[in-house]
């Protein structure tokens, strides 16, 4: 099932997707649930799945104005440098990590799919990162990794965008360069997680204006999404609605030579297997 948050008539809502339409689920179960992620927390996806059985597209996905699938999460835990080739890319003869590098996200800096990615006045380093996002359904604490996959509601794509240069000001710290308003996307919905084999590889490519620039799979990944999941809920509650943004392959536009900064008229496509397409156009914030 895919499941996604959007605009009706300028409110929000969620539903989800059947064919070329889309359900209006929120306008069903808005007493109950008035969110995406409030559904996510009662874990009311059987009910969920009833109200598509039978019905009809309430209006179609062409113009649709997408938000991004879970608008308000409590957190957005990212992971950096998980693909095994990508650690050789830094040049800098380290060994492979012992643990994953961890930091956060503001829903803010995150748009939802063909809506615009903003490059800051303050630098032209805009930079792409496509990545697959997982979305918490059962939250937990110390979740073990052989039971992880139980706690995952949905995967999704992300454009882990990034102010390049704004990564670099402080010593140990990522969060100014991983933090501008409207600097990356994720979306455009939610694939539950009971229609992906955990055990088989997932594909992630990202292009830009149609040029291929990143494609790997989860096979080169240093540390697993079960792993990520345990080692996350270690030090932190991991609760439903929370995202995890388990990293990105080679590729990024940092890596080129000279760097291939993202300039307005850009349009940055994030592919997962399983999943589909995120689009967003690039604009100069106004």
């Excluded at 991991?238 to 900064?261: E, N, S, Y």
Aim: proline residues 8%; charged residues 25%; aromatic residues 10%.
């Amino acid at each position: 099932m895919r499941y996604l948050s959007f605009e009706r008539d300028g409110k929000a809502t969620w539903g989800a997707v059947k064919g070329d339409g889309v359900i209006d689920l929120g306008a069903r179960f808005h007493a109950r649930y008035p969110t995406l992620r409030d559904a996510i927390a009662a874990n009311a996806q059987r009910e969920m799945a009833a109200a598509v059985t039978g019905a009809g597209g309430d209006l179609p996905l062409a113009g649709l104005r997408y938000l991004p699938p879970v608008p308000n999460p409590e957190k957005i835990i990212c992971v950096g440098v998980n693909y095994a080739n990508r650690n050789e890319e830094y040049r800098d003869n380290s060994e492979a990590p012992k643990y994953p590098s961890i930091f956060i996200r503001t829903p803010g800096t995150l748009v939802g799919h063909e809506q615009p990615v903003i490059r800051p006045p303050e630098s032209p380093q805009l930079d792409y990162e496509g990545e697959i996002a997982l979305v918490i359904g059962k939250g937990g604490r110390r979740i073990p990794e052989e039971h992880a996959w139980d706690h995952v509601f949905g995967v999704s794509c992300m454009n882990e965008g990034t102010i390049r240069d704004w990564l670099r000001h402080s010593k140990f710290n990522v969060t100014q360069g991983k933090n501008f308003e409207a600097s990356g996307s994720w979306g455009p919905w939610l694939v539950t997680a009971d229609e992906f084999d955990a055990n088989k590889p997932i594909a992630v490519e990202t292009k830009v204006n149609g040029e291929l620039r990143q494609q790997d799979t989860t096979e080169s990944l240093i540390f697993s999404f079960g792993y990520l999941i345990r080692y996350i809920s270690t030090f932190i509650s991991l609760k439903p609605g929370d995202v995890i943004a388990t990293g990105t392959p080679v590729g990024a536009g940092a890596r080129f030579d000279p760097p291939k900064w993202l300039v307005p008229g850009d349009v940055v496509e994030v592919s997962v297997s399983g999943v589909g397409t995120l689009r967003n156009p690039v604009k100069d914030e106004q």
